[in-house]
């Protein structure tokens, strides 16, 4: 046991007392014996909650997804809750779950938990997407919510996301106190377990249907959408939790030719059909995409495991289908949802959207049209929630986005919302069908008014801790050493976010940022580019965005302007060292 840190085997040895059950002991003695490695991912840390709460793998250790990570933190949540609300009679909290492997199981601990600890708890009797949680916080006026899910990642992950009494995820202070709450508990006897039947609730179709006919409200062109009723419109769940709803949404919205991938209608945490649940991973539309062209459809959407980001796939003018990045998504869905807001006179100046910081910089550019405030937020729908919430009563939210394929219209829920978002995909296209044109031809009409956006992703893993130590080891440098220009480009403005700081290479001056600290460096260039690097808060990545951008004057221009702007990014991803 030399390779292994003291302090890990202490945390491991820990869990091969009495308190942990047989089979969980037995898993710990095998890595103890066999595996240093395995037994140092497994315990050389706590989850922490990121952007996205609590993920990990699933398996025994203080780093792992388990009964005891997951009895630890609903323990935590639950004494936080009752020191944040000691007015209340009956604090309550919801709870939901995706289709993955014991996220069921998961749900049932975190409600048996609470429900030990005096908390009312409305479970849900089935899968659900997590936007339908937030709403159900926010109708049944819980004081927090809770979603077992890992989103897109692969079948081993599975995770824990926490939300408060306005229906967002938690934001600081909040997400600290919880977790300083969870590290408190040093022994898993400090955990109540022991269900009280009498303060566990069922929800079911009742919550379905007042989530459906909610979001029927925000539609802003129902009698086009029935001109358009036979839009041909290819819908998967990958699944996952949308199963149901979504085509249920599309059809209240007006569309009655709603197709689906029946292989993939099959709820599985094992997701048989892809390698992963991604919706930005062009593979895991590949049998959408075949169902597609079997029917001839105009437009194929596919959500992710918990129902709350949906990758889009439209028609070229070849009659090609083209997936479209969450940046063109988030981009045509604003533009639409705006343009429509101006003709029916519904702008007041007291308006506003929401992106995230890493998200194109073409939106800001849209709203500036409509004279809509455009907000920046740290990355995580999180940030766009507690934007909503500071700005509730003083100005309307209309929509927000952000570039890993997550939208929300209208703030009935405050997270992304993928079931609304098909929706407003669809209305958008009827719409666009409406004045001759398709959705691809939309967006680049929107390219030639505003000036063409191009954004490309690259992830850097690196696993365990030696990879996280890496991570922060290329954050470093870049801070020690900034470039001063890209590609030939200058760099106009470094902005740290990491010190609140935002630096002037041309007037060289600095002002603090107005957002709170997060590890990410920003580099805005000469010709209106922008290049993010920012590590991942929910997994073991580095992420490099690129956002170039070019002139488009008219549309006959843009296969060459796309080459460009391709040379563009490459040349930014060249001089970063990252090829």
Not at 149 to 154: G, L, R
Not at 444 to 468: C, P, R
Not at 490 to 497: A, G, M, N, T
Request: net charge negative; hydrophobic share 40%; charged share 25%.
């Amino acid at each position: 046991m030399n390779k292994v840190d003291a302090a890990v085997l202490d945390r491991a040895q820990k869990w091969l007392g009495a308190s942990f059950d047989e089979d969980t002991r037995n898993q710990v003695k095998t890595l103890m014996d066999n595996d240093p490695e395995g037994l140092t991912d497994a315990f050389y840390r706590d989850l922490e909650f990121g952007t996205g709460g609590l993920r990990g793998i699933m398996g025994v250790g203080t780093n792992r997804m388990n009964k005891y990570t997951v009895g630890m933190a609903t323990q935590g949540l639950a004494n936080y809750l009752k020191q944040s609300f000691p007015g209340i009679p009956q604090i309550a909290v919801a709870i939901a779950y995706d289709c993955r492997n014991n996220s069921a199981y998961f749900a049932e601990i975190s409600a048996e938990i609470l429900s030990a600890n005096g908390i009312k708890v409305y479970l849900f009797e089935g899968l659900r997407p997590t936007p339908e949680l937030s709403f159900a916080v926010r109708e049944k006026a819980c004081q927090s919510g809770i979603v077992i899910t890992a989103s897109h990642n692969p079948k081993e992950y599975n995770g824990y996301k926490v939300y408060w009494n306005d229906g967002g995820q938690l934001v600081p202070p909040h997400d600290k106190n919880v977790i300083k709450e969870v590290q408190k508990i040093s022994s898993v006897d400090q955990v109540r377990f022991g269900r009280v039947e009498d303060l566990i609730e069922m929800l079911g179709e009742d919550m379905d249907r007042l989530y459906l006919e909610r979001m029927k409200t925000y539609s802003l062109s129902p009698e086009n959408n029935r001109k358009h009723r036979d839009l041909k419109i290819v819908f998967t769940p990958i699944h996952g939790t949308a199963v149901m709803l979504a085509p249920l949404a599309l059809k209240a919205f007006g569309f009655e030719k709603v197709y689906k991938v029946p292989e993939q209608d099959v709820t599985s945490g094992d997701f048989p059909t892809v390698h992963s649940p991604n919706p930005e991973e062009p593979a895991a539309l590949k049998m959408a995409l075949d169902r597609a062209r079997e029917v001839d459809a105009e437009l194929v959407m596919a959500t992710d495991p918990d129902g709350d980001r949906v990758g889009v796939a439209v028609k070229d003018q070849w009659g090609d289908y083209v997936l479209l990045n969450g940046n063109q998504t988030a981009s045509l869905l604003i533009s639409y949802i705006l343009q429509q807001w101006k003709e029916r006179g519904k702008l007041t100046g007291k308006e506003f959207i929401v992106k995230t910081i890493v998200t194109s910089e073409l939106l800001k550019k849209i709203a500036e049209k409509y004279e809509v405030e455009c907000c920046d937020v740290l990355t995580g729908f999180k940030y766009i929630a507690e934007k909503i919430r500071n700005l509730e009563g003083e100005k309307t939210f209309i929509a927000g986005g952000e570039e890993s394929y997550g939208y929300l219209v209208g703030d009935y829920v405050r997270d992304k919302d993928a079931i609304i978002s098909c929706c407003f995909v669809a209305e958008a296209a009827a719409w666009a069908r409406e004045n001759g044109k398709s959705l691809y031809e939309m967006l680049i009409d929107l390219y030639v008014e505003y000036g063409f956006f191009m954004e490309k992703l690259i992830s850097v893993t690196k696993k365990g801790k030696a990879g996280q130590e890496e991570i922060q080891a290329m954050m470093d440098g870049f801070r020690s050493k900034p470039p001063q220009e890209l590609n030939g480009i200058k760099v106009l403005e470094i902005r740290d976010y990491g010190t609140s700081v935002s630096y002037d290479l041309v007037a060289k001056t600095e002002k603090l940022i107005a957002l709170p600290k997060s590890n990410v460096l920003q580099f805005f260039l000469e010709d209106g580019s922008k290049i993010t690097m920012r590590p991942s808060g929910t997994e073991p990545k580095i992420k490099f965005y690129f956002g170039a951008r070019g002139p488009l004057a008219k549309a006959a221009d843009f296969e060459k302007a796309n080459e460009q702007l391709e040379k563009k990014i490459q040349g930014f991803i060249k001089a970063l060292g990252l090829k």
